[in-house]
């Protein structure tokens, strides 16, 4: 499969060009920058990129509210676009590794969507504090509980889609706009059906930069399972 990586930016000027390093290294890769009108000049050096890769680096720039989901709403939708095979979604702060694009595209063999999973195999994070591996634990308890989904790793924002599968998605009307778009896009994906699998990982915490992680992101994180399964039921169907 040929795959477009869908990376959202903001603030990531240490950070870019190492990990567009990594994703190109891999022949059957190409990259979309999805830039959050980044203060610090991370949309720059995208540009510089595209212009230095022979069309393996694109770059879109947002304008209006920023946010996580929204930069991937709009990000994702022109990936559809593009007809790439297979649509990946990774983190731009290093913290997911371009090593293991391999192994998430070569599993859509078998699945709609895959999700590079830190808990697959008890816990795979490097660099976390005690309080940030239990926060990050009970979250995923909680989406399972609430929602019925029975995926190990409900916030791994490390994924990777079938094009076909990704399509049949309402973007448009996601309504999360931080971290909770993750956990929303992946009810959705098992409401319709998809073969939803998952692969190891090892996540490392960043070592430049700053999470965005806010008290806001954090609520909006806790209502969101609720809201989905008001409005359309608990999870019923088979992961995949």
């Known amino acids: 499969m040929n795959a477009l990586v869908v990376l959202p930016t903001y603030n990531e000027r240490p950070n870019l060009e190492r990990v567009a390093a990594g994703i190109l290294a891999h022949d059957f ?57 297979a649509i990946i979604q ?9 090593k293991y694009l391999p192994d998430l595209v070569g599993a859509l063999d078998q699945h709609d969507l895959v999700i590079g999973s830190r808990y697959l195999h008890g816990v795979s994070v490097v660099n976390w504090p005690l309080h940030r591996i239990a926060l990050s634990a009970f979250a995923n308890r909680y989406i399972r509980t609430v929602t019925g989904l029975s995926t190990h790793d409900c916030t791994s924002g490390f994924r990777a889609w079938r094009r076909d599968a990704l399509a049949r998605q309402p973007l448009h009307a996601v309504r999360a706009g931080g971290y909770a778009f993750l956990t929303e896009m992946l009810y959705g994906a098992a409401k319709t059906g998809c073969r939803i699998g998952e692969v190891p990982i090892v996540f490392v915490e960043r070592q430049e930069g ?11 994180s806790l209502v969101t399972p609720w809201r989905l399964v008001l409005s359309r039921g608990r999870v019923t169907s088979p992961r995949g």
Request: proline share 3%; no cysteine; charged share 20%.
């Open 29 to 85: 890769a190409s990259l979309l920058v999805v830039d959050d009108q980044s203060p610090d000049g991370t949309g720059a050096i995208a540009d510089a990129l595209a212009e230095q890769t022979n069309g393996r680096v694109r770059v879109l720039h947002r304008t209006g509210a920023r946010g996580l989901g929204l930069a991937y709403v709009d990000g994702l939708t022109h990936a559809i676009a593009s007809g790439a095979d």
């Open 90 to 98: 990774m983190d731009a702060d290093l913290s997911h590794d371009p």
């Open 210 to 220: 700053y999470s965005k992680v806010s008290s806001r992101v954090l609520g909006e």
